[in-house]
């Protein structure tokens, strides 16, 4: 299974951006997709996940209200909706693949399993 993130860019604050995470070489029907991000000099967290089964998400404290997680099965494609973007949203975000990723353990980079890299998003006036 191989993930690609892409979408980033630098925004001016309150703006926004969509990233995409495209997924190859499995059914994206079968995995959970989470997307984390990593700010300079600080761990990496997660910001927000979506289900198999596309009916469930999950988003940190932080970025609740302000992103939206969807996914196009179809297309092998998640896609995180940032909205009225901080300069805290800055950092490197990627995604990563988990099977059966538990519900309430989504933040653990622990549940999943790939990869990909990241795509940097600069919120900066």
């Known amino acids: 299974v191989q993930l690609q993130a892409s979408g980033g860019g630098l925004v001016q604050p309150g703006g926004s951006l969509r990233l995409s995470c495209v997924v190859s070489?499995?059914?994206?029907?079968?995995?959970?997709i989470g997307w984390f991000r990593q700010a300079p000099g600080k761990e990496r967290e997660g910001v927000s996940c979506?289900?198999?089964?596309?009916?469930?998400?999950n988003y940190a404290d932080s970025v609740q209200g302000r992103f939206t997680i969807s996914r196009d099965n179809a297309k092998n494609t998640v896609y995180l909706h940032m909205n009225n973007l901080k300069p805290e949203d800055t950092g490197v975000y990627s995604c990563?693949?988990?099977?059966?990723?538990?519900?309430?353990?989504?933040?653990?980079?622990?549940?999943?399993?790939?990869w990909g890299q990241g795509t940097q998003v600069t919120v900066s006036s």
């Open positions: 979506i289900f198999e089964s596309a009916e469930s998400a």
């Open positions: 070489g499995e059914n994206l029907n079968y995995y959970t």
């Open positions: 990563a693949a988990g099977f059966a990723v538990g519900w309430g353990a989504w933040y653990s980079e622990d549940e999943y399993r790939y």
